[in-house]
């Protein structure tokens, strides 16, 4: 089979060029053993890629063994060290497919000057083994969508003999059209192939997926030459994974008909992440049209939807409807949904109704100082913040709060009153926003005494944003430079990094951010016995979740999940996060988001997709920031691929990781071991 190519390498190429070795190895059965976590080498390896031993691994680019050049390849993927790619380069002709395509998937990864065209003279025209050459190429084009220029994005896209059998190259072509879009480099030709491979229903659903993504993800193209056909296939495509990526992207047109198209899908969906997706697509459209349908969807039966409901009438909600909101909250609502409806109260009655401000205040206070779910306190204190005016009596009912999730949202509900078109009225002239702003600074500074690592958190988030302008109040900031100095590194180390900025901003330094000084050892004995059939089992309140552990992919992470679960450590904890339709996330020892522990671990990113739900990854807050915090994902989520480690995957159990709520609990996690 020949692949027409010739339009996608333009003038970089000459047509027919195929690499010969530079690497004096050979395929020989006899030499290319493979590899297992409890070989030397491969823990070598690892520990090179670990340590972040560069020369250590490029020694081993010329080794006889196939499976130990492609893991020293798969290394340099995770690692992402600038400027390393050029030491890659000789593997992408080598003579392995496998060896090569993991040097292509690394070299998408560290990006830099002359790998774009590297990738692109190294794409193979001719294909003699049928599928086997193109799984080298189906990564060289999406890597070349991570790193390219518009040029070579539309050559991709005009490329048009691919058929339904060549399903590599077609997924490889589609991977690349998107991966531009995540970095916002678009071009009409791509939307169009997308549009094409979306709606060609005899493609695998991992080609279309990639393309209904597309349409939800890139975020400034014009669907509206599409807007029907993306309706249809929200309307009857079998796979609730295109269903509810067209559902998200039909946000991005205003039309009428596709107003009506969405409301009646909403009333017929049976998958819950759809009707969260066609929620979000609703608020682009005309409030008036499409209210009611909204509000008949906060009593879903499933949290979810209800929440996303809810959630709506505060961010589209108006000043006519809030008597309607305040009957809604005669309802015995979950606190989920119920603060959701106070917020829109509050965003939306005119500051001038002071005593109905001041009743619908008192109430929420009440279910404040009533409810034991510390998730609960913390939703009702931002509704509150929606009072801009009553911002004093809001800090000195949660000032001397213990929990810590409640602290940390003391300081985001600050955030998001000052942030409120409402503000602007409530304190209309230069004096009044000095003063009010000035009052919040006191407290903050106050409060930071405390060195609590979420407010510390969330007070440099606070500060650090320009458009509130906090630089210039004549307020001495110098409680951040002690507030920072208390902070412990690498457990705190989000934390002190959002105080850098904040500092920067405010007293105009150049302090550099910190990355963790205290990478965890990968301990092997840990894995001993451990296998990629390896499971482990997450026991929540609501049921048990069932994972198979991915060792071979992300040892360190493993072994660490493996270690803290035989420690207990996430007996009790909770979900702290849950986005609806994207994640679970839990295993935080603060309960907010914020915690961590006294090490972090290495991202491992070798070439691995959120290309299905029930992924489960690592939090981070950066490259190899990553502790003790996880997240099970609810559907694909592909815009993650590369940057967070995927070390489990759930094989049973899905349905309760689509229950969970903020605030469940993990009861324990058991590691089945032979």
């Given at each position: 089979?020949?692949?027409?190519?010739?339009?996608?390498?333009?003038?970089?190429?000459?047509?027919?060029?195929?690499?010969?070795?530079?690497?004096?190895?050979?395929d020989?059965?006899?030499?290319?053993?493979?590899?297992s976590?409890?070989d030397?080498?491969?823990?070598?390896?690892?520990?090179?890629?670990?340590?972040?031993?560069?020369?250590?691994?490029?020694?081993?680019?010329?080794d006889?063994n196939k499976?130990?050049?492609?893991?020293?390849?798969?290394a340099?993927?995770?690692?992402?060290?600038?400027?390393?790619?050029?030491?890659?380069?000789?593997?992408?002709?080598?003579?392995?497919?496998?060896?090569?395509?993991?040097?292509?998937?690394?070299?998408?990864?560290?990006?830099?000057?002359?790998?774009?065209?590297?990738?692109?003279?190294?794409?193979?025209?001719?294909?003699?083994?049928?599928?086997?050459?193109?799984?080298?190429?189906?990564?060289?084009?999406?890597?070349?969508?991570?790193?390219g220029?518009?040029?070579?994005?539309?050559?991709?896209?005009?490329?048009s003999?691919?058929?339904?059998?060549d399903?590599?190259?077609?997924?490889?072509q589609?991977?690349?059209?998107?991966?531009?879009?995540l970095?916002?480099?678009?071009?009409?030709?791509?939307?169009?192939?997308?549009?094409?491979?979306?709606?060609?229903?005899?493609?695998?659903?991992d080609?279309?997926?990639?393309?209904?993504?597309?349409?939800?993800?890139?975020?400034?193209?014009?669907?509206?030459?599409?807007?029907?056909?993306?309706?249809?296939?929200?309307?009857n495509?079998?796979?609730?994974?295109?269903?509810?990526?067209?559902?998200?992207?039909?946000?991005?047109?205003?039309?009428?008909?596709i107003?009506?198209?969405?409301m009646?899908?909403?009333?017929?969906?049976?998958?819950?992440?759809v009707?969260?997706?066609?929620?979000?697509a609703?608020?682009?459209?005309?409030?008036?049209?499409?209210?009611?349908?909204?509000?008949?969807?906060?009593?879903?039966?499933?949290?979810?939807?209800?929440?996303l409901?809810?959630?709506?009438?505060?961010?589209n909600?108006n000043?006519?409807?809030?008597?309607?909101?305040?009957?809604?909250?005669?309802?015995n609502y979950?606190?989920?949904?119920q603060?959701?409806?106070?917020?829109?109260?509050?965003r939306?009655?005119?500051n001038?109704?002071?005593?109905?401000?001041?009743?619908?205040?008192?109430?929420?206070?009440?279910?404040?100082?009533?409810?034991?779910?510390?998730y609960?306190?913390?939703?009702?204190?931002?509704?509150?913040?929606?009072?801009?005016?009553?911002?004093?009596?809001?800090?000195?009912?949660a000032?001397?709060?213990?929990?810590?999730v409640?602290?940390?949202?003391?300081?985001?509900?600050?955030?998001?009153?000052?942030?409120?078109?409402?503000?602007?009225?409530?304190?209309?002239?230069?004096?009044?926003?000095?003063?009010?702003?000035?009052?919040?600074?006191?407290?903050?500074?106050?409060?930071?005494?405390d060195g609590?690592?979420?407010?510390?958190?969330?007070?440099?988030?606070?500060?650090?944003?320009?458009?509130?302008?906090?630089?210039?109040?004549?307020?001495?900031y110098?409680?951040?430079?002690?507030?920072?100095?208390?902070?412990?590194?690498?457990?705190?180390?989000?934390?002190?990094n959002?105080?850098?900025?904040?500092?920067?901003?405010?007293?105009?330094?150049?302090?550099?951010?910190?990355?963790?000084?205290?990478?965890?050892?990968?301990?092997?004995?840990?894995?001993?016995g451990?296998?990629?059939?390896?499971?482990?089992?997450?026991?929540?309140?609501?049921?048990?979740?069932?994972?198979?552990?991915?060792?071979?992919k992300?040892?360190?992470?493993v072994?660490?999940?493996i270690?803290?679960?035989?420690?207990?450590f996430y007996?009790?904890?909770?979900?702290?996060?849950?986005?609806?339709?994207?994640?679970?996330?839990?295993?935080?020892?603060?309960?907010?988001?914020?915690?961590?522990?006294?090490?972090?671990?290495?991202?491992?990113v070798?070439y691995?997709?959120?290309?299905?739900?029930?992924?489960?990854?690592?939090?981070?807050?950066?490259?190899?920031?990553?502790?003790?915090?996880?997240?099970?994902?609810h559907?694909?989520?592909?815009?993650?691929?590369?940057?967070?480690?995927?070390?489990?995957?759930?094989?049973?159990?899905?349905?309760?990781?689509?229950?969970?709520?903020?605030?469940?609990?993990?009861?324990?996690?058991?590691?089945?071991?032979?």
């Amino acid at each position: 089979m020949y692949v027409r190519f010739a339009t996608f390498i333009g003038f970089l190429i000459v047509l027919g060029i195929i690499f010969q070795s530079c690497v004096p190895a050979s395929d020989s059965k006899a030499k290319d053993q493979l590899l297992s976590l409890a070989d030397p080498i491969t823990q070598s390896i690892h520990e090179y890629q670990n340590k972040q031993q560069v020369d250590s691994l490029m020694a081993l680019f010329t080794d006889e063994n196939k499976f130990i050049r492609q893991a020293a390849a798969e290394a340099f993927g995770s690692m992402k060290i600038k400027g390393s790619g050029r030491k890659l380069k000789s593997l992408l002709k080598d003579q392995s497919l496998d060896v090569k395509s993991s040097a292509a998937y690394a070299l998408g990864q560290i990006g830099g000057p002359s790998i774009e065209n590297t990738l692109v003279q190294s794409f193979i025209q001719k294909d003699s083994t049928v599928n086997l050459n193109n799984i080298f190429n189906k990564t060289i084009l999406e890597s070349i969508g991570k790193i390219g220029t518009i040029e070579h994005l539309q050559n991709i896209a005009k490329v048009s003999s691919y058929t339904k059998e060549d399903d590599l190259l077609l997924n490889g072509q589609a991977s690349a059209i998107y991966r531009y879009a995540l970095r916002d480099i678009y071009d009409e030709s791509g939307t169009a192939k997308m549009m094409e491979l979306l709606s060609n229903s005899e493609l695998g659903d991992d080609v279309r997926i990639i393309a209904a993504n597309y349409f939800y993800r890139a975020k400034d193209i014009n669907i509206d030459p599409y807007k029907f056909q993306i309706a249809k296939q929200m309307q009857n495509d079998p796979s609730a994974d295109i269903r509810m990526a067209c559902a998200a992207s039909l946000a991005k047109t205003k039309d009428s008909e596709i107003e009506t198209i969405l409301m009646n899908q909403l009333k017929s969906e049976s998958d819950y992440r759809v009707k969260c997706n066609i929620i979000r697509a609703l608020s682009n459209y005309n409030y008036e049209n499409v209210s009611k349908a909204i509000s008949r969807s906060i009593k879903d039966q499933n949290i979810h939807v209800a929440q996303l409901a809810s959630e709506y009438l505060y961010l589209n909600g108006n000043a006519r409807d809030v008597n309607e909101y305040r009957d809604l909250t005669a309802n015995n609502y979950p606190w989920q949904v119920q603060s959701n409806i106070y917020k829109a109260i509050l965003r939306h009655v005119p500051n001038r109704y002071v005593n109905t401000r001041n009743i619908v205040f008192e109430e929420i206070k009440e279910l404040y100082n009533n409810t034991k779910s510390p998730y609960a306190k913390a939703a009702y204190l931002k509704s509150m913040s929606e009072d801009v005016l009553n911002y004093k009596a809001i800090y000195n009912l949660a000032k001397d709060s213990d929990l810590p999730v409640v602290k940390t949202s003391l300081v985001e509900g600050f955030q998001s009153a000052l942030e409120s078109p409402k503000w602007g009225y409530a304190y209309n002239t230069a004096g009044k926003n000095r003063f009010a702003k000035g009052e919040i600074a006191s407290f903050i500074s106050e409060i930071s005494a405390d060195g609590d690592a979420g407010q510390l958190a969330a007070i440099g988030q606070l500060l650090s944003k320009e458009e509130l302008n906090f630089k210039s109040l004549r307020f001495d900031y110098e409680f951040l430079n002690s507030a920072i100095n208390k902070l412990k590194l690498p457990e705190e180390l989000e934390s002190f990094n959002f105080l850098v900025d904040a500092i920067n901003y405010l007293q105009d330094t150049t302090m550099s951010r910190v990355s963790s000084t205290n990478i965890l050892d990968i301990n092997w004995s840990l894995l001993e016995g451990i296998s990629d059939s390896t499971s482990a089992t997450i026991r929540t309140n609501r049921g048990d979740v069932l994972l198979v552990l991915k060792p071979s992919k992300a040892p360190g992470t493993v072994a660490n999940f493996i270690r803290l679960a035989q420690e207990n450590f996430y007996d009790e904890k909770v979900f702290h996060r849950v986005v609806p339709n994207f994640i679970a996330q839990g295993g935080c020892p603060r309960g907010d988001g914020y915690g961590s522990l006294d090490y972090t671990i290495r991202t491992e990113v070798p070439y691995d997709s959120y290309n299905t739900a029930g992924k489960v990854g690592m939090a981070s807050a950066g490259n190899h920031t990553e502790s003790c915090q996880f997240f099970i994902t609810h559907s694909p989520t592909m815009h993650l691929d590369g940057n967070y480690t995927i070390f489990a995957e759930v094989i049973e159990g899905i349905e309760i990781v689509h229950k969970l709520e903020v605030g469940d609990r993990i009861n324990d996690v058991i590691i089945h071991t032979l």
